[in-house]
DNA sequence: TCGAATTTGTGCGTATGTATC
DNA sequence: GGATACATACGCACAAATTCG
C-alpha cells in the first residue's frame, strides 16, 4: 500500500542504486531475482518487477532472460578536449587535459557532392539545394571507433580551389581552419551545440555500441568574418567518452 | 495471447505512435484512454498501459493523472548558453544566443554543509572528509524546470566569509565570478566537461520527464590561479535544450 | 543427454488512490 | 458529488532462456 511518500517501486529502486554506485553491487555482478527481491523488500511482484525496468532505463543493469540482471561496467569516460584554449603549460588542474588532448588517432573519410538540406541550408546560411562538398568521417582511437563526424562545406566557397576535397591534396586531413587560410579565408569564430540523444541503430553499429545507448552530437560551424563557412555534425558515445571545454573567464 | 511476432503490448504503442508522427493524432489531442485501446485492440488493460508506457518514455505524450494522455508537442531544443565569450554586436549568425543567452528566469535554491565525497574532493583538489558548502538549485524558465544543479565550493575559500552562502546576503545569486571577487578571489578560468546519460529517476521527477529519458550532464569546475574554487553538476534535460559554446578561434 | 529448477519477459484480471473534469 | 482516467499495487499464469545436477 502507499503509506509514506513515494512510490514503493521508486523506493525499492533507489535502494538498489545506492548500493551499485556504492560499489556494494560491483559490475557484473546479480542483482537479487525478482523472487528475492519480493522476499528482502515485502513488495510483489509488480514492484520487484517496476523497480528492475527502473534501473534498465537509467542503464544501470541489463536483464539476461533466464539468468539474471546485472550489474553494467560503467567504464570512466576519457575526455575529448574541444577548446583551441590551452592552459599556461605545467598549472596542475589541466595535467589529464594536456595528455590526453592531442592524441588523435586515425581516421577514414570519404566526400561527395550533394545538395543542400533544408536544416543544413539554415545552418550554412545558404539556400537548399545549393551544391556542398559533404564528408564522412569515422574516427579511431587505439583502434576503437570513437566518433562519428559528418560535415558540410559550400562549394560557393571551395570549389574550384585545391582544398574543395578536405582529405586530398599537400592540406589533406589538416583541419578546417588551415585548410581556409590557404584560400584566403580566415576562420575566426566556432559554435559547438552539443546535445544528446538515442543513438540511431546504424550510429551504435558503427560506435560499437548497443541499442539504447546514449550518444552525444556536437553541430559544430566554423565561421570567418560572421559567414559560415563549414558545419559539421560529430557523433560521440556518451558511454565513453566526455567533451571537455575550458574557456577564459571574461 | 502472443500469436504473431512481437509483443503485444509493442504492437499497440507501433500503432499508437504511426499514428503520432504522420499527423493523425496532432499534438496536444489525447490518446485513447486505457479502456478504449482495451477495447480496440482487443488486449488487456496490462497491455494498454505498457503501451503508454512506451510512448511515455519515447518522449511522445505525456499522461496527465485524472485527465489523459496528450500527444506532447516536439520543440526544436533551445540553446542554453555556456560560454563567457561574446561576439561583437550585430554579427548576424549569433542573433538567437543574444536573445535567449541572458533570459535566466527564475530559481530556487537551499545550501547546507557537508564533507567531500572522494569524487568533489578531486575535483576541488582537496581531501575526502574536508569541509563543503553544497548548494542545490532548480531553474525555471516560463514555469518550467530546465536545469538542476548542485554546486560545491571548499570551505577553506569562502568559510567565514560574506559569500559563505551563495544564495544570502548582497551578493546573493550574483554567480561564482562577482562572489569570489568580494572576497578577492580572482576566477581566470572555468572548464565544463559534457556528458550525457540516461537520467535518474528523481532527476526527470523534478524535470517533468519519464524514466529512460537522456540528460545531459556539465561538471563545471572554476579556477582562481589555478587552484579549483568551485564545482557543480548542472543536469538538463537532452530533448528540450542543447548547450551552446562559443569560441573563439586561436 | 535429459530434465528440473530458476529467472526474465510478457500478459491477464482486479483493486485502490487520486487528480481532473 | 459523480464520472472519468491515470498511477500504483497485488497476485497469478505461462513461455523462453539459462543453469545445473
Request: some cysteine; overall charge neutral.
Amino acid at each position: 500500500m502507499t503509506f509514506g511518500e513515494q512510490p514503493a517501486y521508486l523506493r525499492v529502486a533507489g535502494d538498489l542504486r545506492k548500493k551499485i554506485v556504492d560499489g556494494s553491487l560491483p559490475p557484473h555482478t546479480r542483482l537479487p531475482s525478482q523472487a528475492r527481491i519480493r522476499e528482502e523488500y515485502g513488495v510483489s511482484d509488480t514492484v520487484a518487477l517496476e523497480a528492475r525496468k527502473v534501473l534498465m532505463a537509467e542503464g544501470l543493469v541489463e536483464g539476461r532472460s533466464g539468468s539474471g540482471t546485472y550489474v553494467r561496467e560503467r567504464p570512466v569516460p576519457r575526455r575529448i578536449a574541444r577548446s583551441g584554449f590551452r592552459p599556461p603549460s605545467g598549472a596542475t588542474p589541466f595535467r589529464q587535459e594536456q595528455a590526453d588532448g592531442e592524441a588523435r588517432g586515425t581516421w577514414e573519410s570519404n566526400s561527395a557532392q550533394a545538395e543542400a538540406s533544408v536544416a543544413v541550408a539554415e545552418r550554412l546560411d545558404i539556400r537548399p539545394g545549393d551544391r556542398v562538398m559533404c564528408t564522412r568521417y569515422v574516427f579511431r582511437d587505439a583502434g576503437e571507433t570513437m566518433m562519428l563526424s559528418t560535415s558540410w562545406e559550400p562549394l560557393a566557397v571551395t570549389g574550384r580551389t585545391p582544398v574543395m576535397l578536405p582529405e586530398e591534396g599537400p592540406l589533406g586531413g589538416m583541419g578546417v581552419v588551415e585548410r581556409m587560410a590557404a584560400i584566403d579565408v580566415v576562420v575566426d569564430n566556432v559554435t559547438e551545440e552539443v546535445g544528446a540523444r538515442p543513438g540511431l541503430a546504424e550510429e551504435l553499429l558503427a560506435l560499437g555500441g548497443v541499442p539504447g545507448h546514449v550518444v552525444v552530437v556536437i553541430q559544430r560551424t566554423y565561421y570567418a568574418s560572421g559567414r559560415p563557412v563549414e558545419t559539421a555534425d560529430v557523433v560521440i558515445p556518451a558511454d565513453r567518452y566526455r567533451v571537455a571545454y575550458h574557456l577564459p573567464v571574461k
